[in-house]
């Protein structure tokens, strides 16, 4: 192999396994491994995006993020809360079962059960009821015109094969029943089977046979390989070991350019990279202040980004890749609007005043929690964050992990662990609800509204606008209550963001594919030329 340090990979089967159908063998290789491979557990992109090459829903996402039809053929908004959803006959799960209305209402049921980190999908409906076997009818709490965007994460699983194997319930992300039978085993009705799974070390996938319809990719064999250094996952590529990585770090670009055989696949993402506070305890978990929170006060929020030079981390650390925004959302999504995307201006002096207004001049100690093998450049952001607030007295301990420790240390069901994190955020609708509702909502058990504020941010009236916003159906009013609740969030410094990251592939000669400005990875697209 042309790199030494990249031997290891043999370890795995890469070049073995790809030797034996060179020709149809698609490999391919990101920064961290799926958490899991059951579909209701983890509500995260790289996770999703994976899986929805096994597993499928009603509706999907084609090679240029047009809403499509999937295992539904069609469906119609009958009332303002009534939909009817006709689904595919035909269609078989990998172990030869037909797919039918049972396992819609299964699969829906499952994602409310405790350990489910996909509730914020589940609760757009308040019923499904079967009609027949290929039909059924959806009710959801209010109007809801973007419920088949909603829905294209929320993956059917085989009620049968599921109960079968006491599997009704959702893996819990924060551990503690791993063993569950569909965090180790799949059964999709997807293009692709899962046949061989070594956590950590490779998922090996084979083409179903049996899928219901034609793709254009020509792939038989799939292997994935997590590989956690930059530097060995490009050089993979480099030497031919594999056939497409990411994240590339953009400082890597040239490099990519410079090599013979390869190349990188850049462009804008629809994530958004921000910072988030916890401004719900009365006192912080991991801070020197006790008896107080000093992220209840907005002065405070304000001074984090009056700290924050997003330019130097645009230039020094995204090597100007990234897009800076003072939204939760970028140009990708429904409803952004520059209008109302701006930045709080770099200025140390007066966040030093507004630390010492709040109470806080001489600054406070506050963890943060940050993966390190998620998002582009996550660690680095991080600790130049941490650089940038020691400027107004904040000491920063970073507490950066694998995103399989950071998940299940933040999110609902360790009960948000955490006081002060990034976090990254695609809305799976591509659609500026999807961000109101999760990450700008009051938090709601009922609702699972604010699901994804780990910082517990909360204001009424955003409440108020998110529910307008969900059901409003003329377009010029939906976009001014839009723009309200990004101002009102604005204001408040409800977060912090950051930048949309760039997408940052690295791709071998030969291979044709689709990248999707979510991020994820479609093998129905993926071509093998040479």
């Known amino acids: ?34 958490q899991y491979v059951d579909p209701h557990s983890l509500n995260e992109t790289f996770t999703l995006g994976t899986l929805g090459n096994i597993y499928e829903a009603l509706s999907w996402y084609d090679r240029d993020l047009n809403l499509i039809p999937s295992l539904a053929e069609s469906w119609e908004n ?12 035909g269609v078989t799960f990998h172990n030869g079962n037909p797919f039918t209305a049972d396992d819609v209402i299964f699969s829906w049921q499952r994602t409310l059960t405790e350990g489910s980190d996909m509730k914020g999908y589940g609760r757009k409906a308040t019923a499904i009821n079967k009609i027949d076997d290929h039909t059924i009818e959806v009710i ?23 109960e079968a194997n006491n599997t009704a319930e959702a893996t819990n992300v924060k551990g503690g029943n791993e063993g569950n039978y569909a965090s180790l085993h799949t059964n999709g009705t997807g293009p692709f089977k899962m046949v061989d799974r070594q956590i950590g070390v490779r998922m090996l996938l084979e083409r179903n046979q049996d899928y219901w319809q034609d793709i254009p990719s020509n792939v038989d064999q799939v292997i994935f390989t997590p590989i956690a250094q930059d530097a060995t996952r490009v050089a993979a590529l480099i030497s031919g070991d594999v ?45 020197d202040i006790k008896g107080a929170n000093p992220f209840q006060d907005q002065r405070v929020r304000l001074a984090f980004a009056h700290a924050i030079d997003i330019e130097a ?20 999504i429904n409803g952004y ?33 940050c993966p390190n093998d998620r998002y582009v450049n996550d660690e680095a952001i991080c600790q130049a964050v941490a650089a940038m607030l020691a400027r107004i007295g904040v000491t920063v301990n970073l507490l950066a992990q694998t ?23 695609t809305p799976s609708s591509l659609d500026a609800h999807n961000p109101l509702y999760n990450l700008m909502s009051c938090r709601s058990d009922d609702t699972g509204a604010g699901l994804f504020n780990l910082g517990g941010y909360c204001n009424a009236r955003v409440d108020e606008l998110a529910a307008l916003v969900e059901k409003e159906t003329d377009p010029a009013q939906r976009q001014a209550y839009i723009d309200e609740a990004f101002q009102i969030h604005w204001d408040e410094v409800g977060h912090i963001p950051l930048h949309q990251q760039p997408l940052s592939w690295g791709v071998r000669d030969g291979i044709e594919l689709a990248q999707r400005a979510d991020n994820v990875l479609d093998l129905r697209n993926v071509m093998i030329v040479e």
Do not use: C
């Open 243 to 287: 056939d497409l990585v990411y994240p590339v770090p953009v400082q890597d670009w040239g490099r990519l350019e410079a090599a013979a055989g390869v190349k990188p696949l850049a462009g804008p993402e629809a994530r958004t990279i921000f910072l988030g506070m916890d401004q719900d305890r009365d006192e912080l978990l991991y801070s």
């Open 140 to 162: 959801t709490p209010t109007p809801n015109p973007i419920l088949p965007r909603d829905w294209v994460f929320m993956y059917i699983m085989d009620k049968e094969w599921s």
């Open 1 to 34: 192999m042309r790199f030494g340090h990249f031997a290891a990979a043999l370890a795995l089967g890469v070049a073995t396994a790809a030797s034996a159908q060179a020709d149809t063998t698609f490999r391919w290789a990101f920064q961290g491994d799926v």
């Open 337 to 369: 609007n520059a209008e109302v995307d701006s930045r709080w201006p770099l200025d140390v002096d007066r966040a030093q005043a507004l630390m010492a207004e709040a109470g806080y001049a001489d600054g406070f100690e506050v963890t943060m929690d």
């Open 403 to 425: 995103k399989s420790k950071y998940f299940g240390k933040v999110l609902a069901q360790a009960d948000f662990d955490t006081s002060f994190y990034l976090l990254g955020w």
């Open 313 to 332: 981390i645009r230039r020094k650390i995204m090597r100007t890749a990234s897009y800076p925004t003072g939204l939760l959302i970028g140009p990708a």
């Open 78 to 89: 009958v009332e303002p809360t009534k939909w009817i959803f006709h689904l595919r006959q």
